[in-house]
C-alpha cells in the first residue's frame, strides 16, 4: 500500500514564510507528477503547483512568485516552499502523487495524502 505523509503546517504570520514536505512510501517502481493542491472551508479543492519527474513544474496564478514546488526523487518526497503568504493562502493543503508500479508503465494510481492545515493570521 502506498502512502503520502504530509508534514509543516502549521499558523504563519502573513508575509511569512513556511516550508510544507510530503514522502511516498510503499512498494513501488517510481514516481510521476507530484503535486500540492489546497482547500480552503466552503471551497472546492484547487490545484497550488505540479512538479513532473524531469522538474517541469506549472503553478496557480495566485501563487506564482511566492511559492516555489521541488522534489528530491531518491527521497520520494515533494516539497512546497511557501513564501510572503497571505491570509488567503490559509487552507488545508493536500499532496498528490501518480504512482508507476512497473518498469513499462503500464500500472499506475493516483494517491492523495490526508492533507496539512495552512492558516495565515496575524
Known amino acids: 500500500q502506498v502512502q503520502l505523509a504530509e508534514s509543516g503546517g502549521g499558523l504563519v504570520q502573513p508575509g511569512g514564510s513556511l516550508r510544507l514536505s510530503c514522502a511516498a512510501s510503499?512498494?513501488?517502481?517510481?514516481?510521476?507528477?507530484m503535486g500540492w493542491y489546497r482547500q480552503a472551508p466552503g471551497k472546492q479543492r484547487e490545484l497550488v503547483a505540479r512538479i513532473a519527474r524531469g522538474a517541469f513544474t506549472n503553478y496557480a496564478d495566485s501563487v506564482k512568485g511566492r511559492f516555489t514546488i521541488s522534489r528530491d526523487n531518491s527521497k520520494n518526497t515533494v516539497y512546497l516552499q511557501m513564501n510572503s503568504v497571505k491570509p488567503e493562502d490559509t487552507a488545508v493543503y493536500y499532496c498528490?502523487?501518480?504512482?508507476?508500479?512497473?518498469?513499462?508503465?503500464?500500472?499506475?494510481?493516483?494517491?492523495w495524502g490526508q492533507g496539512t492545515q495552512v492558516t495565515t493570521s496575524s
Open positions: 498528490n502523487a501518480v504512482i508507476i508500479f512497473d518498469a513499462a508503465f503500464s500500472r499506475s494510481l493516483e494517491v
Open positions: 510503499g512498494l513501488f517502481f517510481s514516481i510521476a507528477d
